[in-house]
Each structure stands twice: as structure tokens, then as C-alpha cells.
Nanobody, 121 residues
């Protein structure tokens, strides 16, 4: 059974930093591209960042230059380093997995339960 478990969310002041982690089990982690998405109340799920099996990365426009995605295949973990956060980054953050890298949330096969990030102004 595939499990993705996010951690590291919380309350942070604008301008601060936060590091999210996603622990994967039940799948051969190195075979999968991984992604981070977020969803704010009343809004559609939004692409944040993705990383391919080989480590190529892609970012949503709203986080480019501020967030960094990475992965550790030996530990079956993925990370999202969030710097210079702004109140608009407030959302539930989800990690997801699929075989090929992509930006559309409907194309991802496995999802975590999400972790709340709240940025205060």
C-alpha cells in the first residue's frame, strides 16, 4: 500500500522560512516523479513544484525563486524548502507521486493527506 506522509507545516511569519518533508513508502521511490501542490480555501489545487526521477525540477510561477524542491532516494523522502514566504502561500500543502513528471494534479496517482502552512503578515 502506497503511503505519502507530509510533515513540517505550521505557522510562520511573512519573510520567514519553512521546510516541508514527504515520506514515501509502499512504492519504489526512485521510479517516481514527485510533486508538491497546495490548496487554499475556496481555490483549486495549485501546482507548486515537481522533481523528476533524475532530479530535474520545475516550479509554479508564484513560487519560482523562493521555493526549492529536492529528493533523497536513499531515504525515500522529498522536501520543499520555502523561503521568503508571503501570506498568499497560506494553504494545505500536498505531496504526490506519478511515474512521469508533470504539473497537472489530475495526472498524479498517489497523494498524501496534506500539511497546513499558515503565513502571518
Amino acid at each position: 500500500q502506497v503511503q505519502l506522509v507530509e510533515s513540517g507545516g505550521g505557522l510562520v511569519q511573512a519573510g520567514g522560512s519553512l521546510r516541508l518533508s514527504c515520506a514515501a513508502s509502499g512504492l519504489t521511490f526512485s521510479w517516481y516523479a514527485m510533486g508538491w501542490f497546495r490548496q487554499a480555501p475556496g481555490k483549486e489545487r495549485e501546482f507548486v513544484a515537481a522533481i523528476s526521477r533524475s532530479g530535474s525540477t520545475g516550479y509554479g510561477e508564484s513560487v519560482e525563486g523562493r521555493f526549492t524542491i529536492s529528493r533523497d532516494n536513499a531515504e525515500n523522502r522529498m522536501y520543499l524548502q520555502m523561503n521568503s514566504v508571503i501570506p498568499e502561500d497560506t494553504a494545505v500543502y500536498y505531496c504526490a507521486a506519478r511515474l512521469d513528471m508533470g504539473t497537472a494534479y489530475r495526472e498524479y496517482d498517489y497523494w498524501g493527506q496534506g500539511t497546513q502552512v499558515t503565513v502571518s503578515s
